[in-house]
């Protein structure tokens, strides 16, 4: 079924920038639309952004909009979170994940059903926002 493996995450100080990336492997991910998560300590995880595979439409959570950028080499079979003007609420474990499917549906922003369509997540990475 393949296998997304995340890296780029670490300690930064607020304000400052982080290139996630999401490694795919057993799959082209070209074929698939791609999304981004997190959860922060004691909290839910929550659907962040999503890129399609078909024109690369691109959406975002509002609690990300206009820092995070969303973007796809697919000759690399890599997808990319580009995170600014982070803050210390952005602290979470990131993940990367897809429905192997070519939309960005409800199911990466509708938790309850997110593990229904769900098929490929990676293992996450660490991401600490502090002074």
């Known amino acids: 079924q393949g296998q997304l493996v995340e890296s780029g995450g670490g300690l930064v100080q607020p304000g400052g920038s982080l290139r996630l990336s999401c490694a795919a492997s057993?799959?082209?991910?070209?074929?698939?639309?791609m999304g981004w998560f997190r959860q922060a300590p004691g909290k839910e995880r929550e659907g962040i952004s999503c890129i399609t595979s078909s024109d690369g439409s691109t959406y975002y959570a509002d609690s990300v909009k206009g820092r995070f950028t969303i973007s796809r080499d697919n000759s690399k079979n890599t997808v990319y979170l580009q995170m600014n003007s982070l803050k210390p609420a952005d602290t979470a474990v990131y993940y990367c994940a897809t429905a192997l499917d070519s939309k960005c549906g409800s199911y990466y922003w509708d938790l309850e059903i997110t593990d229904r369509y769900i098929e490929v997540w990676g293992q996450g990475t660490l991401v600490t926002v502090s002074s």
């Open positions: 057993g799959f082209t991910l070209a074929h698939y639309s």
